[in-house]
């Protein structure tokens, strides 16, 4: 249920022109949003090492939490242009692109998942860990060498 108020908030605020901050999203260029402040992540975050193994099953399980939590953003391919961002205007990475991720250990995206970034609400504890870390084998997935259906059917 908390989920679906979330989604519904953050669809809601897209169409009335604020941001998950509450801040106005504008229009024009020149009265664009501020960058976000650069995002420091502690250094025992950013060394921790996913504990889920890639299976077939946490790809699935991280796969339904991406639809309902990430794709409304994150694009359903991962290209960053899920509808709410394009209308929002918000510009993020393209995770099909192998370049996008390079320089993130699976710390660095468990603790931003955790913690959320600039307009990314976190998912603080509305998941559970092994799903959180599930779901950074699913973006790195996005990049992987396999053929997508294999990955993303």
């Known amino acids: 249920m908390f ?9 809601v605020l897209a169409v009335t022109g604020y941001s998950a901050l509450g801040t106005p999203i504008q229009d024009t260029p020149e009265k664009a949003q501020a960058a976000p402040a650069p995002l420091v992540i502690p250094p025992k975050a950013s060394q921790r090492t996913n504990p889920i ?3 077939d099953e946490s790809i699935a399980r991280a796969k339904k939490i991406y639809a309902l939590d990430c ?17 929002a205007k918000f510009v993020l990475k393209d995770y099909r692109n192998p370049e996008s991720l390079k320089n993130s250990t699976d710390g660095d995206l ?4 955790r913690t959320g970034y600039a307009n990314m609400p976190a998912e603080d504890q509305r998941a559970k860990d ?13 990049s992987a060498q396999k053929p997508a259906a294999q990955i993303h059917p």
Do not use: N, P, Q
């Open 3 to 11: 989920k679906l108020a979330s989604t519904v908030l953050a669809m």
């Open 53 to 55: 193994k890639l299976t």
């Open 71 to 87: 794709a409304m953003c994150h694009g359903t391919k991962g290209d960053g242009k899920g509808e709410l961002a394009v209308s």
């Open 110 to 113: 468990f603790y931003i998942i």
């Open 130 to 142: 092994e799903d959180v870390w599930a779901l950074v084998h699913y973006l790195r997935s996005f």
